[in-house]
Antibody, heavy 128, light 104 residues
Framework: QVQLQESGPGLVKPSQTLSLTCTFS??????????WSWIRQPAGKGLEWIGR???????NYNPSLESRVTISLDTSKNQFSLKLRSVTAADTAVYYC????????????????????WGRGTLVTVSS | EIVLTQSPGTLSLSPGDRATLSCRAS???????LAWYQQRPGQAPRLLFF???RRATAIPDRFSGSGSGTDFTLTISRLEPEDFAVYYC?????FGQGTKVEIK
């Protein structure tokens, strides 16, 4: 059974870097037309897409976060990671990793993509 | 940038009622690019529909999705207790703000 699992510190100090890892099990992270993504949700609020990475190369980020975000892939460990720099209290949220099925040209611009597999989420609090 | 606006914000209904949720795009979009998700309290979102009307695996047929252009609808024909949740539409990297379906 395929699944995703987030891991990382639950508490990060302001101005530091939030680092999370997502482990994909039950398959190979290099298989299929998928984007590997991060999404977050502050308490009581909606979903915010952070960014995505395509296993054949190429990443895209939410413009509102782009200057602070990096998503990377470790195919040897079947993992992908999120780094969010210079965090503030506004970055406190549940962070989800998710797989997005991509249709069309996934590298240059997909026709569409949707999140078909989600991790359970991990709460990250930014506080001193 | 396309904005997705969901309405109503909250829907108060009883088990057995019909629920109709709306997702409106700020400009016309391909129906292929519209997906719906359900999020129960304390859980991760779950894919309900992709390509606006294609039901995801294991989604009961009391759920249906429809729409085109700027207007899309998620309908639950008869609400079951487990259907009381928040529902989101999504297109590429944009989510609607969600509609909460609560017990009246």
């Amino acid at each position: 059974q395929v699944q995703l699992q987030e891991s990382g510190p639950g508490l990060v100090k302001p101005s530091q870097t939030l680092s999370l890892t997502c482990t994909f099990s039950g398959g190979y992270i290099t298989s299929g037309p998928y984007y590997w993504s991060w999404i977050r949700q502050p308490a009581g609020k909606g979903l915010e897409w952070i960014g995505r990475l395509y296993t054949s190369g190429g990443s895209n980020y939410n413009p509102s976060l782009e200057s602070r975000v990096t998503i990377s892939l470790d195919t040897s460990k079947n993992q992908f990671s999120l780094k969010l720099r210079s965090v503030t209290a506004a970055d406190t949220a549940v962070y989800y990793c998710a797989r997005a099925y991509c249709a069309g040209d996934c590298y240059f611009g997909a026709d569409y993509w949707y999140f078909d597999l989600w991790g359970r989420g991990t709460l990250v609090t930014v506080s001193s | 940038e396309i904005v997705l606006t969901q309405s109503p914000g909250t829907l108060s209904l009883s088990p057995g009622d019909r629920a109709t949720l709306s997702c409106r795009a700020s400009q016309s979009i391909s129906s292929s690019s519209l997906a719906w998700y359900q999020q129960r309290p304390g859980q991760a979102p779950r894919l309900l529909f992709f390509r606006a009307s294609r039901r995801a695996t294991a989604i009961p047929d009391r759920f249906s999705g429809s729409g085109s252009g700027t207007d899309f609808t998620l309908t639950i024909s008869r609400l079951e207790p487990e259907d009381f949740a928040v529902y989101y539409c999504q297109q590429f990297g944009t989510f609607g703000q969600g509609t909460k379906v609560e017990i009246k």
